[in-house]
């Protein structure tokens, strides 16, 4: 029962949760980027993610301070985001800014950015309309989907 529990509350975060391509796209951690106006004009929250992907060979990501970040230092991070494969993901798990850069000069050269996460907010409900609908639409997030398989198997499994 407590393991329902537990996988109930993680579809609930789950459901709200996106996943950020930093960037924009799968490869654009990279200094050609202006990373700046591409954050400015995406909205996060917590349990989202963020997907950096990168030439493995040439860039990283570190998650720094404001001072660190403003001022491009690479030293006594805050933590080192990079797994090595180039394609790195990273939660954010609370409400404030984020900061990350690249080490080895890049950020000098733009690559680096500052994340402003917000608390979930719940949409504005739709204005009702005088008409009646037979249709219906249902938005379908393939994690929570997923999710409920293996939930489904787990439970059928303990019987």
């Not at 996988?7 to 990373?35: C, D, Q, T, Y």
């Not at 993610?49 to 040439?58: A, N, P, S, T």
């Not at 790195?88 to 950015?113: A, H, I, P, Q, R």
Request: hydrophobic share 45%; net charge neutral.
């Amino acid at each position: 029962m407590v393991m329902l529990i537990m996988i109930s509350m993680m579809m609930v975060n789950m459901a709200r949760s996106e996943m950020h391509l930093v960037g924009g796209n799968k490869f654009s951690w990279a200094p050609n980027v202006n990373l700046t106006q591409w954050s400015m004009h995406e909205h996060f929250h917590v349990h989202d993610w963020l997907y950096f992907g990168y030439d493995r060979h040439m860039y990283n990501v570190l998650e720094v301070n404001k001072t660190s970040y403003e001022n491009c230092i690479d030293k006594d991070f805050v933590k080192n985001i990079t797994k090595g494969g180039g394609r790195d993901v990273f939660e954010l798990n609370e409400v404030k800014t984020y900061y990350f850069l690249s080490s080895g000069g890049f950020c000098w050269n733009g690559l680096k950015v500052a994340i402003n996460v917000e608390d979930f907010a719940a949409p504005a409900p739709s204005p009702v309309s005088p008409k009646k609908s037979s249709s219906c639409t249902i938005g379908v997030n393939k994690n929570l989907v997923i999710l409920l398989i293996l939930m489904w198997g787990i439970i059928f499994k303990l019987q």
